[in-house]
């Protein structure tokens, strides 16, 4: 039974996060994913509602939106991160900063995206 949850869950998150990009910009319609994607509406809808599609098809309407969005995920950089926290047992923490083009900043606060349930080190 877990796994059937932890599936539903992977798929909640991609929804959720398709919704959200989709809503910075109000040209992401589904006319326009259509023509993109090649993708009915029906197939896009489905894959809005987070029904039960095949991943792929969550990473395609992703990749499509942030490409028309200018939003780079730097995923080695995300890699990295995940393989020093597993190697040394650490938590893995977020932060948001306003977009600049030069000079540094901290974030308000950090957030806990990633820890260790009662793990003994």
């Given at each position: 039974?877990?796994?059937?949850?932890?599936?539903?869950?992977?798929?909640?998150?991609?929804?959720?996060?398709?919704?959200?990009?989709?809503?910075?910009?109000?040209?992401?319609?589904?006319?326009?994913?259509?023509?993109?994607?090649?993708?009915?509406?029906?197939?896009?809808?489905?894959?809005?509602?987070?029904?039960?599609?095949?991943?792929?098809?969550?990473?395609?309407?992703?990749?499509?939106?942030?490409?028309?969005?200018?939003?780079?995920?730097?995923?080695?950089?995300?890699?990295?991160?995940?393989?020093?926290?597993?190697?040394?047992?650490?938590?893995?923490?977020?932060?948001?900063?306003?977009?600049?083009?030069?000079?540094?900043c901290q974030p308000e606060e950090w957030k806990v995206v990633m820890y260790w349930d009662g793990a003994k080190v």
């Amino acid at each position: 039974m877990g796994v059937v949850k932890g599936k539903h869950d992977s798929y909640e998150f991609l929804n959720n996060m398709m919704v959200s990009l989709m809503n910075v910009d109000a040209s992401l319609s589904y006319p326009y994913l259509e023509m993109e994607l090649h993708m009915s509406a029906r197939d896009i809808s489905a894959v809005k509602n987070g029904h039960n599609v095949c991943i792929y098809q969550y990473v395609r309407v992703i990749n499509c939106i942030m490409d028309d969005i200018h939003l780079i995920i730097l995923m080695k950089v995300l890699q990295k991160e995940l393989r020093i926290a597993l190697a040394t047992h650490s938590d893995l923490v977020i932060g948001v900063v306003p977009h600049k083009n030069n000079g540094n900043c901290q974030p308000e606060e950090w957030k806990v995206v990633m820890y260790w349930d009662g793990a003994k080190v």
